[in-house]
């Protein structure tokens, strides 16, 4: 009986810390112990960011919005690949050159019923010569992953930058670094 129940008490030690552990022990594409390790300090970083106020508080918004309070703005999705969902940008990390994977330039957040949910978050970096045509030798690098790009901006104003997606709040089946989430709709 006493064995029972260390076996039991063992087994819910182990599904807590799994538990604690998050999507990024989880994530496909994320087998690196000091990828996952990173991972889970940017979900420490960015758990005050669901609520969504905290992050308006904090200088993230909505690309054209100039309203008092957060608006969730335009929600991105695309029909067979998934959604991004609503982008709330921090316009000072974008100006700021350096890479910190806890500061990420752009919060990711999904509509639900209750109000925008955090599902991710972006990093962001400006393009040093503003031309497509001509990618950095060297493309930005976060976790061990190379960022997509150097794409032209998407909305009024947006530099060609290189971007790099972190599904830390939400699965993602097409792994954690994907531009795309099918488990995100609009």
Same mark, same amino acid.
């Given at each position: 009986? @006493?064995?029972? %129940?260390?076996l039991v008490t063992?087994? &819910?030690v182990?599904?807590?810390? !799994?538990?604690?552990?998050?999507?990024?022990s989880a994530a +496909?594409?994320?087998t690196?112990? $000091?990828?996952?390790?990173?991972?889970?300090?940017? @979900?420490q &970083?960015?758990?005050?960011y =669901?609520?969504?106020n905290?992050? /308006?508080e904090?200088?993230?918004r909505?690309?054209?919005? $100039?309203?008092?309070?957060?608006?969730p703005g335009?929600? %991105?999705? %695309?029909?067979?690949l998934?959604?991004?969902?609503y982008h709330?940008?921090? $316009?000072?990390?974008i100006?700021?050159p350096?890479l910190d994977p806890?500061?990420p330039?752009? #919060? !990711?957040?999904?509509p639900?019923e209750?109000?925008p @949910? !955090?599902?991710?978050?972006?990093? #962001?970096?400006v393009d040093?010569? =503003?031309?497509?045509?001509?990618p950095?030798?060297?493309?930005p690098?976060?976790?061990?992953v +190379?960022?997509?790009? +150097?794409?032209?901006?998407?909305? #009024?104003d947006?530099?060609v930058h290189?971007? #790099?997606h972190? /599904?830390? /709040?939400?699965?993602?089946?097409?792994?954690?670094?994907a =531009?795309f989430?099918p488990?995100?709709?609009c």
């Amino acid at each position: 009986m @006493r064995r029972i %129940v260390i076996l039991v008490t063992l087994g &819910a030690v182990v599904a807590a810390t !799994l538990a604690l552990a998050g999507v990024a022990s989880a994530a +496909p594409g994320s087998t690196d112990p $000091d990828a996952s390790k990173k991972l889970a300090e940017v @979900r420490q &970083a960015t758990a005050k960011y =669901q609520d969504v106020n905290e992050a /308006w508080e904090d200088g993230y918004r909505i690309v054209g919005k $100039d309203a008092e309070e957060p608006d969730p703005g335009h929600c %991105v999705e %695309v029909d067979g690949l998934g959604g991004m969902g609503y982008h709330y940008v921090n $316009d000072a990390l974008i100006k700021d050159p350096s890479l910190d994977p806890l500061k990420p330039e752009v #919060l !990711l957040y999904a509509p639900t019923e209750d109000g925008p @949910r !955090l599902t991710g978050v972006e990093y #962001l970096a400006v393009d040093d010569d =503003q031309n497509v045509n001509t990618p950095n030798e060297y493309p930005p690098y976060l976790f061990g992953v +190379p960022f997509d790009g +150097p794409m032209e901006g998407h909305e #009024l104003d947006m530099p060609v930058h290189y971007d #790099l997606h972190v /599904w830390a /709040w939400e699965a993602n089946p097409n792994g954690i670094f994907a =531009q795309f989430n099918p488990n995100v709709r609009c």
